[in-house]
């Protein structure tokens, strides 16, 4: 049995994650801003799911729940941060709060989930830590700027601490899922529209149109959780969803032939001595 710490869990990924968790067995310290909506799950399985409310995008409180689900549970085996949000709109067209909400919630939330679960995880010899990304942190659609924003820089923040804490048995696995079937583009806000962006006010994809299945991406999910450490550590990235491979590896592709293409121009900067 494993100890999962999941944040945005009353829906979506988070909550199915929650739940096929439960059904196999494990335990899940789950956070939420109102705990009342997993109230069925804890009927069902009793102690073995933790629940606090949370707001991720308060510091300060994310840190109280974290030490409080470490006491409570002595262990935590997977830290999932999950809980993100969206905003369709041109850049032009989002509001201040739009930024900010996106930003804290979906890059700065994490940083600082990271920083408060550390501790811990080096306490008791090691963990996982499976922030939850997207095929969004390496390509991206117009409209979805802050999103993608966001997701890139979460990328850069992961996979630097990946190298950090790699001696101390910890793990860090980037979840990349593509275009999913889930409550997530329901909940997405849409900024008021300016004329000048009306080439991007169209029809977007349908949900009933995408390929993802969410329990499907999820049991993924819990199999990259369970996947034994090797010598040579774990995946860094783990992509779902066959929209995901596609467009991530055309884009690094594309963006590797790019780079060939400048190799003798950007040589031109260096110094004499070292182009000689």
Not at 25 to 37: I, K, S
Not at 119 to 133: E, I, T
Request: glycine letters at 8%.
């Amino acid at each position: 049995m494993k100890t999962w710490f999941v944040t945005g869990a009353s829906r979506g990924l988070g909550r199915e994650l929650t739940e096929q968790l439960l059904a196999r067995g494990d335990r899940v310290a789950a956070t939420l801003r109102h705990p009342d909506q997993l109230d069925d799950l804890r009927a069902a399985h009793g102690d073995r799911l933790w629940v606090r409310a949370l707001d991720v995008t308060d510091t300060a409180a994310q840190r109280q729940v974290v030490d409080a689900a470490f006491a409570a549970l002595g262990r935590i085996d997977v830290v999932v941060p999950n809980a993100g949000l969206g905003v369709f709109g041109a850049a032009e067209e989002l509001a201040d709060d739009d930024v900010e909400r996106v930003l804290a919630t979906n890059l700065t939330a994490v940083v600082q989930l990271v920083r408060a679960v550390l501790p811990h995880l080096r306490a008791q010899g090691g963990g996982r830590l499976m922030p939850v990304s997207s095929m969004g942190a390496h390509v991206t659609f117009p409209a979805f700027s802050l999103y993608h924003a966001s997701k890139w820089g979460l990328e850069g923040f992961a996979e630097t601490v990946a190298a950090e804490v790699a001696p101390l048995a910890i793990d860090v696995v980037l979840v990349e899922p593509g275009m999913i079937r889930t409550t997530f583009y329901d909940a997405a806000r849409t900024a008021p529209e300016l004329p000048a962006y009306g080439h991007l006010h169209g029809p977007r994809v349908a949900v009933e149109d995408m390929p993802g299945d969410q329990a499907r991406t999820v049991a993924e999910i819990i199999a990259a959780g369970d996947a034994p450490r090797r010598a040579d550590g774990v995946p860094r990235r783990v992509l779902l969803g066959s929209d995901a491979w596609s467009l991530v590896t055309t884009a690094l592709r594309r963006r590797l032939d790019e780079a060939e293409a400048q190799r003798e121009t950007a040589g031109a900067t260096d110094l004499p001595a070292v182009r000689s």
